[in-house]
């Protein structure tokens, strides 16, 4: 029987005018891919975002990690929804996983209990003298880049395709946990289909690759990773899956939640320290990407000017292959042309010697 | 890899991997004593032992490690083993266990 029910794994998604949260991580981490999210949406696509220089942290980290009360979090969070009320807009798009699932988490809270929502209003009102107003729809940027894929993919200057054999990259896909595992309903394909990358990779020519451990999740798991001695659980996850993609062979990993692009980049360097292991081409690492980052290569726009000279895991194999044009002499220059310092030479990176290495593909 | 000290190393699973582990041993073991293959795992054989009386020597979970390719310390442990048979007694599938235990000894003498 032909399946119906593929209709529930949908979710409405506005078409204009979002209120961007941003992400407190993803600032140091990755911070050409916000500044690239605005101008895809601004310049390539012409699309009214709004990013409101008031808006605060969303707390989520502290939240996790037990150090800030569910009472404040959500006063933060009706704070937020505020802003956007005051500036004018309904539809809230936020920068993070982990963020998206907070808003999602209170929202549902709200309706469930609705004592807290009155409780928060109260508070909101003494604290800052401002009226809660809810969201008309809440969704995860990465779901707004799903949206108009299509959109991108006719502006694109280049596909995720190989430059000399022609053949689509191979793409690992990697879905933050907070994106769908908490609310299945908030995701796109749910949290047994997750298609929001898988979407973007097929509509710009990439193929995704299928491997056992796809939807493990990275190990960040907040407290997991703040205390130094969960440290090796949280690794250990992440080695997990770099073992299991390895084989497949991927052109590089993207990823749309902060955490999880940071921990699948930075472990691989990790790994490489302590065990040996290199899991890319040519004895480096498999490039991590956020879906901001894919969509500006695809657009064409310089790889500095993404930010992808702050990855652990040198991205220029990826470039070369899709080839792209850059200055490599320009990779640490900052936006003034000052030098903005180098890393020491590591084994996931393109200087390193290969032999001592166990390279996994 | 410059042995840097992170403070913390990679946690290890406790899955039992039969795709990752060397079962050729396990197979030649099975392949000469195929009654293996019947033990209902009741532990009769571990309640009887003689040697599990004095020591933490427990042959059920010996031979469950051995069949699944874990010999890590197998060798060692079953030399806890007196080799009094009372084991192949109660088995209730009537499997001979004090000669496999002579035959794990045997290929596992290398490990």
Partial sequence: MRRTSWQEYQKDIADDKYYYARSCIRQNFFPGS???????MHNDLGIDIFDDPLHTSCTGIGYHSDIVPLETIMTVVARQFSLM???????????????FGIYNEILSTWEEFPETEERTRRYLKEATGRELVKPRSIAHTSDIMFHHRHAIARKAKRQLRNAFTGEPL??????GCHYAKIFPKSGIGGSEFPYVLAGMIEAWGGEVVDYPERRHC?????????????RGYSIANSHKKLESMAPYRPDFIVANCPGCAMFLDKWQYAIAEMEGTVYGADGHGIPVLTYEEMAGLVLGYDPWELGMQMHQVDV?????????????????LGKNGKYIGKPDIAAVNCEEARSIYEIKR | MRNLNFGYGISRPRVINLDNNDLRKSNAIIAEMPELQACIGCGSCTASCTAGNLTDFNFRRLHTAVRRGEYQGAYEEINKCMLCGKCRLVCPRGINTRELIMLIKRKLGDF
Avoid: W
Avoid at chain 1, 85 to 99: L, P
């Fill in chain 1, 218 to 230: 990275c190990g960040f798991g907040f407290r997991n990773y703040l205390v130094q001695a969960n």
């Fill in chain 1, 34 to 40: 916000e500044k690239a999210f605005l101008d895809i």
């Fill in chain 1, 170 to 175: 191979r793409v690992v896909e990697h879905i």
């Fill in chain 1, 85 to 99: 009320a005051d500036a004018g807009y309904e539809h809230f798009i936020s920068s993070c996983i982990t963020s």
């Fill in chain 1, 316 to 332: 220029e194999p990826l470039l070369d292959k899709m080839g792209i044009e850059y200055d490599r002499e320009a990779k640490y």
